[in-house]
């Protein structure tokens, strides 16, 4: 680690003095430095002395407790005198006035980004350090512009040639005849089981329709994939919720805001222009939405919330964090800095983004239908136009959900949890409890107080503690083209 890093961060100093492992690191002495210089923690036995635990089992934080991880996992956690015994020959690092959270579950968390005025790029180098450095330890992509890059990114973390979270990858967008050029678009049932069987072969464990396929084509899909054990989720407009439920999906994403079966006179397999616009008034205790909800909880279906990129089009919300456009390169940023400023300022008759009595709508919808006893996940999903990067709006999201209503523990737990419940990693990872695997956040504060979890000090991935200030240096001015 740098001198001028451990200046910036002093928690890290102490880190800095863990002998560091070199085990699973790439070969070669210059590849190692590089990869050594972001571990701020490595040993076979840590201890995090001194913390709050919000452990994302949705039960209460506990104060003053001692994280201790042994090999990659968690071997004990509790009050400093009742593990002192436990921790002789442990590294112990004292972190009073932090908080511990699990890493991070993105469930919509893309490889690529979209910002400025039409611009997509792949961020498989900066992206993925983001991801990490914000505390999202695993990711589901959700969609791929270039899967291949995709899989061989994955590939390169899990050899540890690269640094970012476990990755989920997913198939190229299912889409109808309307979608992007970048997306399949399917001409019937028999093109999507070829596509999907195709890919399912090639590893990934993930596909997602998108808007404008047919009820046709995404039921041929989906049976295609559970047929070679893969799974489905979509942002859909075409097909309706319960339609989609009928057919077998697996997970839908972007709540209310996609979903546009209340849309009064909906076609089938049609996706209606400004169905959104009258949902401010939606009851989300009407007959019609509990059934939606009813459906996808007795089908096991999880929503994905991914309120940062839809906030981000809000006329009068708050200014777009000043740290996003401090890590974009410069022409980037300027673009977003242009765009954000003429949406947030734009009057509510003007027709620009999307109306706030609209955006509480879709607040209140994703926590009726936890009430209701649905399993809600979480996600960036940074495109639009590129407010919401990778990593930092995960960690806005973390905000946004309470405002919907729902408690720090809650929201750390559909942060953590509930993402790994979706993608089967829940007898893993997700929660802080002995013998899951050391995934793990240290932030500076605490979250329930502070309302936020951007502080993020050391970032644990299977044990090994990586420095976040530092990963976030190493990006700055280059996310959004690199």
């Not at 540890?160 to 979608?179: C, H, S, V, W």
């Not at 007898?427 to 409890?433: H, K, L, N, P």
Request: net charge negative; aromatic share 6%.
């Amino acid at each position: 680690m740098t001198a001028a890093r451990l200046h910036r961060a002093p928690l890290l100093a102490l880190a800095a003095t863990i002998p560091c492992l070199t085990v699973g690191l790439p070969s070669g002495a210059r590849a190692q430095e590089a990869m050594e210089d972001f571990i701020a923690v490595q040993a076979p036995t840590v201890a995090l002395a001194n913390v709050k635990v919000i452990d994302g089992t949705g039960g209460p934080a506990l104060e003053g407790q001692t994280v201790v991880i042994r090999d990659g996992r968690i071997a004990d956690i509790g009050p400093a005198d009742e593990v002192a015994d436990r921790i002789r020959n442990a590294q112990v690092l004292d972190l009073e006035g932090h908080t511990v959270i699990p890493g991070l579950i993105g469930l919509h968390n893309h490889s690529y980004y979209t910002g400025g005025n039409g611009r997509a790029a792949q961020l498989s180098f900066s992206g993925s350090r983001l991801y990490l450095a914000s505390g999202v330890t695993t990711i589901r992509t959700t969609g791929a512009r270039a899967p291949y890059e995709e899989i061989n990114l994955k590939r390169a973390i899990d050899e540890g040639r690269a640094i970012g979270p476990n990755m989920f990858t997913t198939g190229p967008y299912l889409t109808g005849q309307e979608g992007a050029q970048s997306m399949a678009q399917l001409e019937g049932a028999e093109q999507a089981r070829r596509l999907v069987r195709y890919w399912a072969e090639e590893g990934v464990p993930w596909f997602k329709a998108y808007t404008w396929i047919s009820r046709e084509e995404l039921g041929a899909a989906i049976d295609e994939a559970h047929r070679h054990g893969v799974k489905v989720t979509a942002h859909l407009c075409s097909v309706g919720y319960r339609e989609a439920v009928a057919l077998g999906i697996d997970n839908l994403e972007h709540g209310l805001l996609a979903n546009s079966e209340y849309f009064p006179g909906k076609e089938p397999d049609d996706c209606p222009s400004g169905f959104r616009n009258g949902y401010a008034d939606l009851d989300v205790n009407s007959e019609d939405v509990q059934e939606t909800f009813r459906m996808m909880i007795e089908n096991d279906v999880a929503m994905t919330s991914t309120l940062a990129v839809y906030e981000i089009s809000v006329p009068g919300r708050g200014p777009i964090d000043e740290r996003i456009y401090d890590i974009l390169a410069p022409e980037i940023a300027a673009e977003v800095r242009e765009i954000a400023d003429l949406r947030r300022n734009a009057t509510l008759d003007s027709g620009i983004g999307i109306h706030p009595d609209i955006y509480r709508k879709a607040l209140e919808y994703e926590y009726a239908f936890v009430q209701a006893g649905g399993t809600l996940a979480a996600g960036v999903d940074p495109t639009g136009y590129g407010a919401a990067p990778p990593g930092y709006g995960d960690q806005k999201n973390y905000e946004l959900l309470l405002e919907a209503g729902f408690t720090p523990a809650e929201v750390v737990r559909i942060m953590s949890a509930n993402g790994a419940r979706v993608l089967g990693i829940d007898d893993e990872t997700g929660t802080i409890e002995v013998g899951k695997i050391a995934d793990l956040v240290v932030l500076e504060g605490d979250p329930e107080a502070d309302g936020h979890i951007r502080e993020t000090r050391i970032v644990f991935k299977g044990g090994v503690g990586w420095d976040a200030p530092g990963l976030i240096e190493s990006v700055r001015g280059i996310v959004g083209i690199r």
